[in-house]
């Protein structure tokens, strides 16, 4: 039971973060915070994502490409040219390592008005961040598994992040139904996508992109956004169009 905790908080909170932080925010600026709370939730981000921490800069940049280039040759990360979800990861993969490096520019237009902590982005992407978490998530696992099978929920700890975003990309591209024609294969995989904090929305969210409500119909709900309304209510952030 221990073990499940674990392992259902770790994926939770690293997805929350990653939708909340990544996402919402890095990419869209959906809201916005003070420098405090976004140092703050910079930290989570990389707590939580542990070994798999994710580039706020670059992953920006690449969902920006994402939304200009959606399922085009130039979307770094479309489901339909690729033969599985592996190859496109490893794809996806080379592009982020390129502007987590910055061995490639991004247009003009992909550029700016994301949160950088060189700092932080240097300890978090090295070896010995992901290294020390991939300790600890084992040394976890070694004290409290109860049976065999529970380690073989390791590797998920390890690439929690990457995981997530291709789960969102393969299966929100792929399967599901369309509340919009947005010229592309954008679905919504599920009308109560709690496993993936609503961003399994893709449909709804490539229509509305600066939306903070991922739902759009009466029977879709989106768990992320009620936590973002607390949010603006406390005055911790403050929602760009609070809908």
Request: aromatic share 22%; glycine share 4%.
């Amino acid at each position: 039971m221990i073990i499940l905790i674990f392992f259902l908080t770790h994926w939770f909170l690293s997805l929350f973060f990653q939708t909340f932080f990544l996402h919402r925010y890095a990419s869209h600026k959906m809201f916005t915070t003070s420098k405090f709370w976004e140092r703050t939730f910079y930290i989570m981000t990389w707590v939580f994502q542990g070994a798999s921490f994710l580039n706020p800069r670059a992953y920006a940049i690449l969902h920006r490409m994402h939304h200009a280039y959606s399922d085009t040759e130039k979307d770094p990360h479309s489901p339909h040219f690729f033969r599985d979800v592996f190859q496109m990861m490893w794809h996806t993969k080379i592009i982020f390592q390129e502007y987590v490096k910055y061995n490639r520019e991004p247009e003009t237009r992909f550029k700016g008005n994301y949160p950088e902590w060189r700092t932080v982005d240097i300890m978090a992407s090295s070896m010995w961040s992901r290294l020390g978490f991939v300790a600890f998530y084992i040394a976890f696992y070694v004290i409290f598994a109860t049976s065999w099978w529970m380690f073989l929920l390791l590797p998920i700890h390890f690439v929690m992040g990457p995981l997530h975003g291709a789960l969102v990309n393969w299966c929100g591209h792929k399967y599901g139904y369309s509340n919009f024609d947005n010229g592309d294969h954008s679905k919504n995989t599920t009308p109560f996508d709690f496993f993936m904090l609503g961003e399994l929305f893709q449909n709804n969210h490539h229509m509305h992109p600066n939306s903070p409500n991922f739902a759009k119909r009466w029977f879709e709900l989106d768990p992320v956004y009620p936590v973002l309304k607390f949010m603006h209510w406390a005055r911790i952030i403050k929602l760009r169009k609070a809908i």
